[in-house]
């Protein structure tokens, strides 16, 4: 997981030179705008993220930990975006997370709106707005639409029991532009809901 999120925002921040499959070198790239935000001291930003990395030690019993990708608050409406990067077509979402994310979405909507996706992606970094990127909605993963794996269907070796596997086959490919307007969408009902 550490190394999964640590490659994912290193390509999204440039850190590496991230690997252009054959698929992507093909795609004929139309800029989006610039960024609306951008990190301007990369150093202090990981930093920041190494600093925390020593608040769990060796010899404690509590252990793990997660962060929330991309929190969006408006008028007291909630999009929260969590990024996976796809192996062999299947995103792994560790259990003690998307609890938590069931809670939260739960507890969210009882007083306000909240919507919470989970996206996979293979190696992008989101200035092509025609690029793929497959997504889920929580409510998708509450009513059973999205199957709750533990063990991986296509190689019985494979035992995750302390993460759930969701294989592209069952999440909605769409645009990165698609996933902006579907952002500005929700931002849009959260200016009626006052």
Not at 70 to 81: A, D, P, Q, S, T
Not at 110 to 116: D, E, G, H, N, V
């Amino acid at each position: 997981m550490e190394n999964e999120t640590n490659e994912f925002i290193d390509t999204l921040y440039k850190k590496e030179n991230p690997i252009h499959s054959d698929y992507n070198s093909k795609l004929i790239i139309r800029k989006s705008p610039k960024a609306k935000y951008q990190i301007f001291d990369e150093s202090e930003f990981t930093r920041g993220r190494e600093v925390l990395g020593n608040l769990i030690v060796h010899g404690m019993i509590a252990s793990g930990g997660t962060d929330i990708d991309w929190l969006i608050e408006h008028k007291g409406g909630f999009v929260i975006l969590e990024f996976k990067g796809f192996h062999n077509d299947k995103i792994n979402i560790p259990k003690g997370q998307m609890i938590a994310y069931e809670k939260l979405h739960e507890k969210l909507n009882q007083s306000t709106k909240c919507f919470l996706y989970v996206i996979g992606c293979d190696d992008i970094d989101f200035t092509n707005p025609d690029s793929s990127i497959w997504i889920f909605e929580m409510t998708q993963w509450k009513s059973g639409a999205i199957p709750k794996n533990i063990n991986d269907i296509y190689d019985k070796d494979l035992d995750k029991r302390n993460k759930f596997i969701v294989y592209r086959e069952y999440m909605e490919e769409i645009s990165v532009e698609k996933l902006r307007d579907i952002v500005d969408s929700h931002w849009k009902e959260f200016e009626r809901l006052t």
